[in-house]
C-alpha cells in the first residue's frame, strides 16, 4: 500500500476500495493463468500417452513370420461391432461381460383384497376397513403370465399412518417365498427378492394407527406396481471382423488366453461354418494337401546329361515351402538350401535345391544318378477367377464367447493369434 497511501495523507475509502478491487481482479488472473497452464498440461500429457499406446498398438500390428493371423480389441478395427454385444474396453484392450437390467414389462392381470378383521369398503382403487383394533390388509397380485423377477416397486396409498410391509412372491401360487430386502421412501416401497420365476405376489400391510386420530378407519390401496429383472449378463459374445490370410503353413496353432468362462469358435469361411478351439490347438489350414511322392534323380534329362541334378519331380504353384521335405534311400533327412548356387563345388554334404518348381540335388555326380529319394510336401491349389488363378485367402473370423456364473468377477480376452506351424 505504500505506493497509495503515504504517511499523514488523509485515508479515502473508495482509493483503498479500488486498490482492493485491483488486487483482487490481478489475483483472478492468476488464478486463471494457472488453470490455463494446467489444463494445457493435462491435455499435452493426454496427448503424449494417447501417441505412445498408438505406438504399442502399432507395434502390436506390426508382421512377424510366425504370426499369421492377429485378433486384437485394442480398437475397433478388428471388432465386428453389429455383432459384438460384450462390453469392449479400448484403454485396456480387453473385453469383459456387462450387466444388463431388463424393463419391467409385467402385466397384473387381477388384484384382490382381504382384511383380517373389521368392515371392507371399497372406493376406487382404495379399501377403507372399519375395525375397532389395527387390521392386516392384504392385496393379492396375480401376473397375466409367469416372470422372472427378482425386484419390485409398489406405490402404496398415502395415509398418516407408516404402515410395516411384507412381501411374498410365489410361482404356484401354494408356495411363497419371503422377499430379502423391503426399503421405503415417502410412500414408495423397493423390494428385491430371490431372483425366480414369479406368478403370484402377495403384498400385506400392517398400519400402526386409523386415518384420523381417534378414528377407526383404515385406509389400504396400491397406486403402482412395477416388476424388474436385474441380472447379470450371463453371456456376452465378442466377434472380429474378417482377416484374410495368405498361408505360409500346413497348419495353425491358436493362442489366447486360457481361463474359465472364455469359449473361442474359428470360422476359415467367412463366417459361413464354425469350429470351437481350444488355446494351443493345431488347426489344419483348410485347402491344404498333402503329397507323398516317389522322386527320381534321373542320368539325363530334356535327352541332355543332366548335370544340374534335376529330379523328376515339379512341385505344384501354390507348394508351402516349410513343408517340403526329401528323404534318401537310407531314410536320412536331405537338407533343403534354397538359393544354393547351381553347380557349387567343394560341397561335402548332399543338398536339395527348390528352384521355379524344380528341384535340384547339389552336388551332382554320375554315382547317384538312379537314386530313389521319397518327397513329401503340402500345397494349396490356385483359386480359379476370371482373371486366371489366385492364391487362396483364407477369410478368418474368432468369435468369443464369455460366460460366468459369478457376479463378483468377469472373464477377459485380451487378444488372439494364429501362428504358423
Not at 397384473?108 to 389395527?134: E, I, M, R
Not at 464354425?274 to 534321373?298: M, R, T
Not at 533327412?333 to 540335388?361: C, D, F, K, R
Amino acid at each position: 500500500m505504500a505506493d497509495i497511501f503515504e504517511d499523514g495523507q488523509q485515508s479515502s475509502a473508495s482509493t483503498l476500495t479500488t486498490a482492493m478491487q485491483v488486487m483482487v481482479t490481478t489475483g483472478q488472473q492468476v488464478v486463471d493463468t494457472m488453470e490455463e497452464l494446467r489444463t494445457s498440461s493435462l491435455l499435452q500429457v493426454q496427448r503424449d500417452l494417447t501417441r505412445l499406446k498408438g505406438f504399442s498398438t502399432q507395434a502390436l500390428r506390426a508382421p512377424q513370420p510366425k504370426v499369421a493371423a492377429y485378433f486384437l480389441v485394442s480398437d475397433f478395427e478388428d471388432t465386428d461391432q453389429t455383432r459384438t454385444n460384450a462390453t469392449v474396453r479400448v484403454d485396456s484392450a480387453s473385453v469383459t461381460l456387462r450387466e444388463r437390467k431388463n424393463p419391467g414389462n409385467v402385466i397384473a392381470q387381477s388384484t384382490t383384497f382381504s382384511s383380517n378383521s373389521g368392515t371392507v369398503l371399497q372406493f376406487g382403487p382404495y379399501y377403507q376397513v372399519t375395525a375397532n383394533v389395527p387390521p392386516v390388509g392384504t392385496f393379492q397380485i396375480q401376473l397375466e403370465e409367469p416372470a422372472d423377477i427378482s425386484f419390485l416397486i409398489i406405490d402404496f396409498a398415502p395415509t398418516p399412518s407408516t404402515p410395516n410391509i411384507t412381501v411374498q412372491v410365489s410361482q404356484n401360487g401354494i408356495t411363497y417365498n419371503d422377499a430379502t430386502q423391503i426399503t421405503t421412501s415417502g410412500y414408495r416401497a423397493s423390494v428385491w427378492v430371490t431372483p425366480q420365476e414369479v406368478l403370484y405376489v402377495r403384498i400385506t400391510f400392517s398400519p400402526t394407527h386409523p386415518d384420523t386420530l381417534g378414528g377407526d378407519t383404515y385406509t389400504f390401496g396400491i397406486n403402482d406396481f412395477y416388476a424388474y429383472q436385474v441380472e447379470f449378463q450371463l453371456q456376452s459374445d465378442w466377434f472380429s471382423r474378417a482377416i484374410a490370410i495368405t498361408p505360409t503353413a500346413a497348419s495353425w496353432l491358436f493362442k489366447a488366453p486360457s481361463a474359465e468362462g472364455l469359449l473361442y469358435f474359428l470360422s476359415l469361411d467367412g463366417g459361413i461354418t464354425w469350429q470351437e478351439v481350444s488355446p494351443g490347438q493345431k488347426i489344419p489350414v483348410p485347402g491344404a494337401i498333402h503329397v507323398g511322392v516317389v522322386a527320381n534323380l534321373p542320368a539325363t534329362w530334356a535327352s541332355a546329361p543332366n548335370e544340374q541334378g534335376i529330379l523328376d519331380q515339379i512341385l505344384p504353384a501354390g507348394y508351402i515351402p516349410s513343408t517340403l521335405q526329401l528323404t534318401n534311400s537310407s531314410g536320412e533327412t536331405v537338407p533343403i538350401a534354397p538359393g544354393l548356387e547351381l553347380g557349387a563345388a567343394g560341397l561335402t554334404n548332399q543338398y536339395v535345391v527348390p528352384q521355379s518348381g524344380n528341384l535340384y540335388i547339389q552336388p551332382v555326380s554320375t554315382s547317384i544318378y538312379g537314386s530313389i529319394y521319397q518327397l513329401s510336401y503340402v500345397y494349396i491349389p490356385p483359386v480359379e477367377t476370371s482373371v486366371g488363378p489366385e492364391t487362396l485367402l483364407v477369410q478368418a473370423i474368432l468369435h468369443v464367447q464369455l460366460d460366468t456364473e459369478d457376479k463378483a468377477s468377469t472373464p477377459v480376452f485380451t487378444g488372439a493369434t494364429l501362428e504358423n506351424i
